[in-house]
């Protein structure tokens, strides 16, 4: 029997699961919005290093962010897939998509250990406690969309994906594409703009 839920009749002409959805992910803009204004708000103003420019290391960040962008091309290719009613394809890119994430995970565990081993702590510094509380909210959506991802693949599995219930692959892309840009801006404010800070900025004639 056909199913009828994805073309269900609203005010707003969005299925309310699309419409829930953006409503969290817009819930989810203010909340990393604020850490990210916290963020440049006390950048460069840690009294103490380890300091930016001492350790980031910008081309191993960039190769990470390079696999997190790889992974986006993956979910759209999973929601193809699903339109299409290819069964094979649906699993195989939804796999893929969780398999980079988790090597993107990978790469932050790495630079996390190594970070802490150089003198960077949650305490140690304002630069510390900003990093690793936006980074690390950041990597626990990405590990909250490998879970689904794999949950996905594992309904796939059992051929329960396809065009009629197309819009489940949909919501988790929707939910990674955001994952992945939230990513870009903090690599291009903390990395690129922020990583090469030293000591306390002062104002001239300080």
């Known amino acids: 029997m056909a199913q009828t839920i994805e073309h269900e009749y609203t005010t707003t002409g969005l299925n309310h699961r ?8 817009g819930s989810d803009c203010l909340f990393f919005g604020s850490l990210i204004a916290t963020y ?5 103003q840690s009294l103490v290093g380890p300091y930016p420019i001492d350790i980031i290391d910008i081309p191993l960040t960039t190769i990470s962010t390079f696999v997190l962008l790889m992974s986006s091309f993956c979910m759209v290719q999973a929601l193809a897939a699903t339109n299409a009613n290819n069964q094979k394809a649906i699993i195989n890119w939804l ?5 980079l994430g988790a090597i993107f ?9 190594t970070f802490k081993n150089e003198g960077l702590t949650l305490g140690g510094n304002l630069f510390g ?6 980074t690390g909210f950041h990597g626990a959506h990405v590990t909250l969309g490998i879970i689904w991802l794999v949950a996905l693949a594992i309904i796939g599995a059992k051929g329960r994906l396809g065009p009629n219930t197309a ?3 949909e919501l988790c892309g929707l939910y990674w594409h955001f994952v992945d840009i939230v990513w870009i ?4 404010l903390l990395y690129l703009v922020g990583g090469f800070d030293g000591g306390p900025i002062h104002s001239p004639g300080g």
């Open 167 to 169: 819009l489940d692959v």
């Open 18 to 25: 699309k419409m829930l959805m953006w409503v969290f992910l």
């Open 185 to 188: 801006v903090i690599f291009t």
């Open 95 to 99: 796999l893929a998509t969780a398999v």
């Open 40 to 44: 440049m708000v006390y950048r460069g």
């Open 105 to 113: 995970i990978g790469f932050q565990v790495y630079e996390f250990n």
């Open 129 to 134: 406690a900003s990093f690793y509380t936006l």
